[in-house]
Every structure is written in C-alpha cells, then in structure tokens.
C-alpha cells in the first residue's frame, strides 16, 4: 500500500516570483519588460527562487535563463511542440522508454524555477503535475514487468521537489525491484532553491543501489556558496555527482564562461558528463547557437582545459531517436593510415596496423604545423 501522495511544500512556492511585477520588484527585470514578461507567461509560466533573484543581481547570464525575452514570442520553422519524442516514447503515464535498458520516471513535472529554454515547457506544471498514486503504482509496474530494464532515471520536472517522505518511497520500491541495479536523479534543485536540500531529503535518497545525482549547471555563477554547500551534502552522502549542460547564446557559448563552467563544476567534485545542443522547442530560437559554434568552443577546449572538465557535445535527434555525440573529429583517412589532429591543430600520421587492401606505414608527422 502506498502512502498518500505528497506535493511540494507550499513554502517553496510562496518564495518563487511569479509575475512580471514580482521580477521587476526584485531588480531583475526593466519596468518596460513587466507586460512582455506577463505575456509569455501565459505560454510557458515563469517562476524565479528568491534565491536565484538574489544572485541574478550580479550576473546577467543567470537573468537570461530565467527572464522571458522578447524572442520567445516569436515563431521558428524548426520548431516542434515535442522536440525529442517524450510523448510517443510515453507507454505509461510518467515513463518515458527511450532506450532498452533504462527508462526515464517522471514522478513530479514541477520545477523550483523554470528555464525558458525548457524542452518540457509544454507539460510542467497544471493540476495534474503531480503522479497519483495509481499512476505512480502503474508507473513501477511497468518497470517491475521488464527485466531489461537496468536504469531508472528520475527526471521530470524536477524530482528533489518531492517532499521527502514521497522521494523516500520511490526510492525504496525501485530499489526492491532486482534488475533495477543504478538510480539517477537529475535536479537543478541545488542551484535554483539549494536550502531544499536538507538532511531529510538527502537521506531520502539512501539506497544500496548505485545512486547518481546529476545536476543540471549551465554558469559558473550557478555554484555560489550555498549551491556548493548542498551538492557537498550530496557528495558526502556518498552520491556520485554528475552535470548536463544546455549550450546558450549568451550564457555558455564563450571560451571564458564555457571553461568557467567546467572548472567551477570540476571543483566542486562534479563531473561534467554531457554539454546538450538545445532542442528545437517553440519560442527558444534566440538561445540556439549553431552546431559548428559548439564544435568550436569543443575543439578550443580540448587541451587547455583538464580531461575530467570535458563533456560529451550531444544532440538529440528530433523525434525520439537518442542521442548522438557530434563534437569535433580529429581522425581521418590518409595515405595508408590515418592523420591525427593534435588539440594545438598539427597533424601527424598514425598506422594502426594493416588494414584490408592497404600497406601499413610508418609513423611521423605529414604537414606537422606550428603550435597555435
């Protein structure tokens, strides 16, 4: 029997700026932005943390994740409504089953602060943000039935908006479930509203399984002190933490706020695990930089920054068809072997032993050019 289900607290709410003159009234918005920022509003609901309003006073990055634009009321002809197939990957209400042996559980689609340049922007919130307990019950069933299932990933909106006695429950019953061996919740909760991550909560997520927090970071200013302090809270649990990154215009598409990024991540025992192409979701056009400026800012990072500060450029291909690595390339076919692209752009020869048809060579350096 499950217990009755629980919403987030009604607390975390009453902290969130809503309306235009809330944004406005806090200093993180331009009086003549008040009726823009209501109009959007109506399309996809705009909610900011007190704490996020206090740390966008010294960071315009922070402000343009969260302050709707005047972009986001224009249409792009790229855009899709459900850009990377949740709903036909959709068999239950709350999973979504992309790949063979993980699935997505969505038990909450409710955020502390919501991203303008969410993918999800179309479900969050409403009535029915919150899994009943049938179609929570439904939900684990239908995992519990399919033994190749190995991941469950909870997702959302944001799942540590749960309280805590409801996150606790999930976790305990995927953790009953044998096939299910690794767990991964994926939050903005410690840099959007870090004072959720109290010691209930983090014990919530205790589990003999394999438990992976992977946090949702786009700026180095993100990570100030109390963001820091409640990943610390985390990672002292024991829980492995990870980050995903959305690449935007204006906020990450530098050289400095990129490398920022990953060395502020790294320092604070967080992995960057993937750096996302934004997806085509209506109204986000003007967050959207070009494939080749990404695989730019890949190909500039490479070398000048450590190895555990490298993230995976993906792209999820519309549709629902996964996602594909499309950083920059550095082997190709040569003269009877391949050439190698060093991270300063020389190129050297590198034979990986006979192949089909072709004689081996001898390493060295073809058009070896002067480091950069």
């Known amino acids: 029997m499950t217990q009755p289900q629980s919403a987030p607290s009604a607390a975390s709410f009453r902290r969130r700026l809503r309306r235009g003159r809330d944004l406005v009234e806090a200093g993180v918005a331009e009086p003549e932005d008040e009726s823009l920022i209501d109009r959007a509003g109506r399309a996809f609901p705009v909610a900011v943390t007190a704490h996020l309003a206090d740390a966008m006073d010294c960071e315009p990055a922070l402000a343009r994740q969260f302050v709707p634009e005047a972009g986001e009321l224009e249409a792009h002809p790229a855009d899709r409504p459900d850009p990377i197939g949740d709903e036909r990957l959709s068999p239950v209400k ?15 689609l409710a955020c502390p602060a919501y991203c303008r340049f969410c993918f999800r922007r179309a479900s969050l919130g409403g009535p029915d ?19 190749e299932i190995w991941e469950v990933i909870l997702s959302g909106g944001d799942p540590l908006m749960l309280a805590p006695g409801r996150l606790r429950e999930i976790v305990a019953r995927l953790s009953a479930i044998p096939h299910v061996e690794v767990i991964r919740v994926h939050t903005r909760v410690p840099v959007l509203d870090p004072a959720r991550v109290t010691a209930a909560l983090v014990g919530a997520l205790d589990t003999d399984k394999a438990m992976f927090a992977v946090l949702h970071c786009n700026h180095a200013s993100e990570l100030n002190a109390a963001a820091r302090a409640a990943c610390r809270a985390l990672i002292r649990a024991g829980i492995p933490m990870l980050a995903q990154s959305v690449f935007l215009k204006g906020v990450n598409d530098t050289q400095a706020a990129f490398e920022g990024l990953v060395r502020a991540l790294v320092a604070c025992r967080i992995k960057p695990y993937y750096l996302h192409h934004p997806d ?20 500039a990072t490479r070398g000048r920054v450590s190895g555990l500060c490298q993230p995976a450029y993906v792209l999820d291909i519309p549709g629902g068809y996964g996602k594909v690595p499309i ?11 391949y050439v190698v692209e060093d991270w300063r752009g020389g190129t050297h020869a590198y034979a990986a032993g006979p ?4 004689d081996a060579v001898s390493g060295g350096d073809v058009a070896e050019e002067e480091p950069t």
């Open 129 to 147: 943000a919150l899994l009943t307990d049938a179609e929570l019950d439904a939900a684990l069933a239908y995992i519990e039935d399919r033994g």
């Open 94 to 108: 709350g999973i979504v089953h992309r790949y063979p042996d993980r699935v997505l559980l969505k038990p909450l």
């Open 280 to 299: 085509l979701v209506p109204g986000t056009a003007h967050f959207r930089p070009s494939i080749e400026e990404g695989q730019a800012l890949m190909r």
């Open 355 to 358: 192949r089909p048809g072709a």
């Open 327 to 337: 950083g920059p390339a550095y082997l190709s076919e040569g003269a009877g072997g």
